[in-house]
């Protein structure tokens, strides 16, 4: 038989494409020839195959061979289908069996040994081969990661020996397996002294998933109250879990399957690109926005980002998907993040601070909080400040506050009577569902109709406010919202009612 087909995964997105790898052995001068919009990385496979099909002990065909990657319209990267194609010439030219290579997709890197080493996007790959009834065979290091899978089998083979010993029906491959998940020790809540209004509204925007923005003078805290909010999370379901894991493998650094249960917390510098924060590159890949998926992406120094760089988040933040558009395809990453931004009140960072110590004009205050965008700055919940404490209160000896454990009690409980509700977090209720889910008794609609009048609210910012006074009901197990639960949620347009001007 001069033709063999093999099973593959193309790396496209969060979905792995399914690739056929035509195997086609004809007469003519020995030649090997790869079609199918390949990159270097996969032309470059002739040699490596080559060699491993020889160090192996088999004879690789003095022919004319075509390797089809097919569909043809897909581009096809890395050295993943180095393996299908070893395997598809052993095949077509009668080395091993054809007809066992229906029931199993291949994904692997060769050595000139004939190695299998890792490549990265296994997951999704994973993912796809489990839906379509098909065994996985990957490289030993991706066997963990792609073990995740659990409604999938997925083999490991150390060499292209191992594999060809497999399909011979001589020995069989052990089944990957998946570490016990483990949970990581993160910072703890307890660490924060004082700072108890800006600790209620993390303990919300944990409740409900609402955007939160931090602002205070330096060192008040402001990074210490962001990196306890994955701590405060409810543990991600298996397909949150899977959703956050596939994007990681896409990433490039791999998974960590004892903790792929984690949320993603990312903490970009401030001097990132728009490309990294939302992804892209010849070859589009996940961004910041999209490795935070299901967890928390944490933007310190709000102001100091390019304003063209944080104007890319505004769709993300209502869609909760990103889509890369090149010319030649599009591809769509998931990007349901819950941001968490810190800023100063002005340039030097003290306006409004007791001290009087700050100096800048209220030109310079003004310049500086225009760097934020109206727009992105109506699409956070929460405007909570962090004033700066006194020494009184930063005492090793002072009283310790609520642990982490003790505030995701709450937080879990009011995130099921959402999840009960709606089947979803309060912050990701449409427009519609806001309005049958936040009914407000009359006298309380006419007070937040009077705090949308003096504050010049928009209609957005107006459906946040019920969005977060749902989720502080929700935290106080009431069916129905309050006014004190109204009074807090519009208490907490911070930026809305104004910050604090410097007084020089």
Same mark, same amino acid.
């Given at each position: 038989?001069?033709?063999?087909?093999?099973?593959?995964?193309?790396?496209?997105?969060?979905?792995?494409? %399914?690739?056929?790898?035509?195997?086609?052995?004809?007469?003519?001068?020995?030649?090997?020839?790869?079609?199918?919009?390949?990159?270097?990385?996969?032309?470059?496979?002739?040699?490596?195959?080559?060699?491993?099909?020889?160090?192996?002990?088999?004879?690789?065909?003095?022919?004319?061979?075509?390797?089809?990657?097919?569909?043809?319209?897909?581009?096809?990267?890395?050295?993943?289908?180095?393996?299908?194609?070893?395997?598809?010439?052993?095949?077509?030219?009668?080395?091993?069996?054809?007809?066992?290579?229906?029931?199993?997709?291949?994904?692997?890197?060769?050595?000139?040994?004939?190695?299998?080493?890792? $490549?990265?996007?296994? /997951?999704?790959?994973?993912?796809?081969?489990?839906?379509?009834?098909?065994?996985?065979?990957?490289?030993?290091?991706?066997?963990?990661?792609?073990?995740?899978?659990?409604?999938?089998?997925?083999?490991?083979?150390?060499?292209?020996?191992? @594999?060809?010993?497999?399909?011979?029906?001589?020995?069989?491959?052990?089944?990957?397996?998946?570490?016990?998940?483990?949970?990581?020790?993160?910072?703890?809540?307890?660490?924060?002294?004082?700072?108890?209004?800006?600790?209620?509204?993390?303990?919300?925007?944990?409740?409900?998933?609402?955007?939160?923005?931090?602002?205070?003078?330096?060192?008040?805290?402001?990074?210490?109250?962001?990196?306890?909010? %994955?701590?405060? *999370?409810?543990?991600?379901?298996?397909?949150?879990?899977?959703?956050?894991?596939?994007?990681?493998?896409?990433?490039?650094?791999?998974?960590?399957?004892?903790?792929?249960?984690?949320?993603?917390?990312?903490?970009?510098?401030?001097?990132?690109?728009?490309? =990294?924060?939302?992804?892209?590159?010849?070859?589009?890949?996940?961004?910041?926005?999209?490795?935070?998926?299901?967890?928390?992406?944490?933007?310190?120094?709000?102001?100091?980002?390019?304003?063209?760089?944080?104007?890319?988040?505004?769709?993300?933040?209502?869609?909760?998907?990103?889509?890369?558009?090149?010319?030649?395809?599009?591809?769509?990453?998931?990007?349901?993040?819950? /941001?968490?931004?810190?800023?100063? %009140?002005?340039?030097?960072?003290?306006?409004?601070?007791?001290?009087?110590?700050?100096?800048?004009?209220?030109?310079?205050?003004?310049?500086?909080?225009?760097?934020?965008?109206?727009?992105?700055?109506?699409?956070?919940? /929460?405007? $909570?400040?962090?004033?700066?404490?006194?020494?009184?209160?930063?005492?090793?000896?002072?009283?310790?506050?609520?642990?982490?454990?003790? @505030?995701?009690?709450?937080?879990?409980?009011?995130?099921?009577?959402?999840?009960?509700?709606?089947?979803?977090?309060? =912050?990701?209720?449409?427009?519609?569902?806001?309005?049958?889910?936040?009914?407000?008794?009359?006298?309380?609609?006419?007070? /937040?109709?009077?705090?949308?009048?003096? *504050?010049?609210?928009?209609?957005?910012?107006?459906?946040?406010?019920?969005?977060? =006074?749902?989720?502080?009901?929700?935290?106080?197990?009431?069916?129905?919202?309050?006014?004190?639960?109204?009074?807090?949620?519009?208490?907490?347009?911070?930026?809305?009612?104004?910050?604090?001007?410097?007084?020089?």
């Amino acid at each position: 038989m001069n033709l063999a087909l093999v099973h593959s995964r193309a790396r496209s997105g969060i979905r792995a494409a %399914p690739v056929r790898v035509e195997v086609h052995l004809g007469g003519g001068l020995p030649s090997m020839s790869i079609v199918g919009l390949p990159e270097t990385a996969v032309r470059e496979s002739r040699e490596r195959v080559r060699a491993a099909i020889q160090c192996a002990q088999f004879e690789f065909p003095a022919r004319r061979i075509t390797v089809n990657l097919a569909p043809a319209d897909l581009p096809k990267g890395g050295g993943r289908f180095d393996l299908p194609i070893a395997l598809g010439i052993l095949a077509a030219s009668g080395q091993i069996p054809p007809e066992a290579l229906g029931e199993y997709e291949f994904l692997g890197e060769l050595g000139l040994t004939g190695e299998l080493r890792a $490549v990265d996007a296994v /997951l999704p790959a994973a993912l796809a081969a489990a839906q379509a009834g098909r065994k996985l065979v990957v490289p030993p290091a991706n066997g963990a990661e792609a073990a995740l899978v659990s409604e999938g089998e997925t083999r490991t083979a150390r060499t292209l020996l191992e @594999v060809c010993a497999m399909l011979s029906g001589h020995k069989s491959l052990p089944r990957a397996d998946a570490p016990a998940p483990s949970r990581r020790v993160g910072p703890d809540l307890a660490d924060v002294r004082g700072q108890a209004h800006a600790r209620r509204a993390l303990e919300v925007a944990a409740a409900g998933g609402h955007h939160l923005l931090l602002v205070g003078p330096p060192g008040c805290g402001k990074t210490l109250l962001a990196s306890r909010l %994955p701590g405060l *999370l409810p543990v991600a379901s298996d397909a949150e879990a899977l959703d956050s894991a596939a994007v990681a493998s896409l990433g490039g650094r791999g998974v960590d399957a004892s903790l792929w249960r984690e949320r993603p917390f990312r903490s970009p510098h401030h001097t990132a690109s728009a490309v =990294a924060l939302v992804g892209g590159g010849a070859e589009p890949r996940p961004g910041e926005i999209s490795m935070a998926h299901n967890g928390v992406l944490f933007l310190d120094e709000l102001p100091e980002w390019s304003r063209r760089t944080l104007e890319v988040l505004r769709e993300p933040l209502e869609s909760g998907t990103v889509t890369i558009a090149r010319a030649a395809r599009s591809v769509e990453f998931p990007a349901r993040f819950q /941001l968490v931004a810190a800023m100063n %009140p002005c340039p030097c960072g003290w306006a409004g601070d007791p001290s009087g110590r700050c100096r800048c004009s209220p030109d310079m205050v003004l310049n500086y909080r225009a760097r934020i965008s109206g727009p992105l700055m109506d699409r956070i919940d /929460l405007h $909570v400040e962090v004033p700066r404490l006194p020494p009184s209160e930063l005492r090793p000896d002072a009283a310790p506050s609520e642990n982490s454990d003790t @505030v995701r009690e709450r937080v879990v409980a009011a995130r099921e009577l959402q999840l009960a509700r709606s089947g979803k977090a309060n =912050a990701h209720l449409s427009q519609a569902e806001t309005g049958s889910t936040c009914r407000l008794a009359e006298t309380d609609f006419a007070l /937040l109709e009077r705090a949308i009048d003096t *504050l010049h609210l928009s209609a957005r910012s107006m459906h946040r406010i019920l969005r977060v =006074a749902r989720t502080i009901a929700d935290l106080a197990g009431s069916p129905q919202i309050q006014t004190t639960h109204l009074s807090e949620a519009i208490g907490y347009r911070r930026v809305d009612r104004g910050m604090p001007l410097a007084t020089a």
